[in-house]
């Protein structure tokens, strides 16, 4: 039997790629596995690890 499941994965705003392909049934926890890997998170703009970087003042700088 196969059922579709939905699942969350978290996609980077700048070169959309997937922090974890398996995905997550939860939202939280898909946030929290992005977080875990060093992922910028706020509360509408995401950004993976290649993609970022902060400044001396603790800015945001897209790469
Ligand atoms: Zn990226």
Redo the contacts with the bound molecule.
């Keep these: 039997m196969i059922t579709e499941e939905k699942c969350y994965v978290m996609t980077?705003d700048?070169?959309g790629?997937v922090c974890n392909e398996q995905g997550h049934s939860d939202r939280n926890n898909a946030i929290e596995a992005a977080d875990d890997s060093g992922w910028y998170i706020s509360e509408n703009k995401h950004?993976?690890p290649?993609?970022y970087e902060m400044d001396d003042n603790e800015q945001l700088v897209l790469k």
Aim: hydrophobic share 0%.
């Design positions: 980077c700048k070169c790629c950004y993976c290649d993609c």
